[in-house]
């Protein structure tokens, strides 16, 4: 039998929507939720709270963890958690889950064909063109035929597979597990590789695209010597996390031209300061961590919480769990 749950939801004051909405909508009904109030002492908030509910994982501290006495779950209200301090949570034995990458597999693919898109056809020039009246300028080029690299064959990139597969581009993927057959027939990959096998596919690929949790094996993975493998027509995309790729490399490799173009959705500072020198460049084109923040993300992640809250309170396990 299921028994009603005091959940405590921990939203970032300068973005509260639709997430807070969203959580309001999904969970109250059943719990009993309350909205911290980041000004006022932490440890009355947090008496009998079964679960937290963490926007981002990037809201929760440890003078949190260590009030957290009653807490069954700590729910993380996204996928990456490279902002969280998972292991003093695991020091504190509070179980921790997170979102898992399905529920914006869709938005990350679709930002990353926007990037693309943009890319071929040289969006910031065309705008200049525009201003200035200039017609049939600049020439663009065709998505149809490229390689397609998918660094990371998750969720996100097996999105983008379908996506670029009805673009008519040639794609092949690279994970550390093993893609099978039918995954391969499925999404179209025309090859598969493992991470040995990584710069040889760097140094034939037309669009490079990151699809990689950020830790200490994939930072930088995109570094100086790997940005030299890639083709001077080639463009790199990261709807990830900015820190799998070296930016100060990568500048230098679009300035001096090694590199076509980046379209690049995150960054390794963020917010990104306004006066970074990749946004200077004319063959950069950029947002602002927007690729997985849609309607549909913050209503499914919001289930995803509710679920994982319904589990709680019938004594079942959570899903998603990060900490084990």
């Known amino acids: 039998m299921s028994q009603q749950q005091k959940v405590l939801f921990l939203p970032n004051p300068k973005?509260?929507?639709?997430?807070?909405?969203?959580?309001?909508?999904?969970?109250?009904?059943?719990?009993?939720?309350?909205?911290?109030?980041?000004?006022?002492?932490l440890q009355p908030q947090f008496?009998?709270?079964?679960?937290?509910?963490?926007?981002?994982?990037?809201?929760?501290?440890?003078a949190m963890a260590d009030v957290a006495v009653s807490v069954k779950l700590w729910q993380i209200l996204g996928t990456g958690f490279?902002?969280?301090?998972?292991?003093?949570?695991?020091?504190?034995?509070?179980?921790?889950?997170?979102?898992?990458?399905?529920?914006?597999?869709?938005?990350l693919a679709e930002c990353a064909m926007l990037l693309m898109l943009l890319l071929a056809r040289q969006w910031h020039q065309s705008q200049l063109n525009l201003g200035r009246r200039e017609m049939c300028l600049p020439s663009g080029s065709e998505l149809a035929g490229r390689n397609l690299f998918l660094i990371g064959f998750g969720a996100s990139a097996?999105?983008?597979?379908?996506?670029?597969?009805?673009f008519g581009m040639k794609i092949s993927a690279m994970d550390i597990r093993h893609i099978s057959i039918a995954e391969r027939q499925e999404f179209g990959l025309e090859s598969v590789g493992k991470p040995a096998d990584l710069d040889r596919f760097l140094s034939q690929s037309?669009?490079?695209?990151?699809?990689?949790?950020?830790?200490?094996?994939?930072?930088?993975?995109?570094?100086?010597p790997r940005l030299r493998l890639m083709k001077p027509t080639a463009h790199l995309i990261n709807v990830a996390r900015g820190a799998l790729?070296?930016?100060?490399?990568?500048?230098?490799?679009?300035?001096?031209?090694?590199?076509?173009?980046?379209?690049?959705?995150?960054?390794?500072?963020?917010?990104?300061?306004?006066?970074?020198?990749?946004?200077?460049?004319?063959s950069v084109v950029a947002t602002p961590?927007?690729?997985?923040?849609?309607?549909?993300?913050?209503?499914?992640?919001?289930?995803?919480?509710?679920?994982?809250?319904?589990?709680?309170?019938?004594?079942?396990e959570a899903l998603y769990r990060i900490d084990q």
């Open 47 to 62: 008496e009998g709270v079964s679960v937290v509910i963490d926007l981002g994982g990037a809201m929760g501290t440890r």
């Open 245 to 282: 790729v070296d930016e100060k490399e990568l500048y230098d490799a679009l300035v001096e031209k090694r590199i076509a173009g980046a379209g690049l959705d995150v960054f390794n500072d963020e917010p990104v300061d306004p006066n970074n020198p990749l946004l200077k460049v004319s």
């Open 289 to 316: 961590h927007i690729a997985g923040v849609t309607d549909g993300t913050s209503r499914r992640r919001a289930a995803c919480a509710a679920q994982n809250i319904d589990r709680i309170s019938r004594g079942m």
């Open 206 to 224: 037309d669009y490079v695209s990151l699809h990689l949790h950020l830790n200490e094996g994939t930072r930088h993975i995109l570094n100086g």
């Open 15 to 41: 973005f509260r929507e639709p997430s807070q909405s969203e959580v309001v909508a999904a969970v109250a009904p059943h719990h009993d939720l309350q909205i911290i109030d980041y000004d006022a002492p």
């Open 158 to 166: 097996r999105e983008l597979a379908l996506r670029a597969r009805a």
């Open 82 to 107: 490279d902002h969280f301090d998972l292991p003093y949570w695991k020091k504190k034995k509070i179980p921790v889950a997170n979102c898992p990458g399905e529920l914006t597999g869709v938005p």
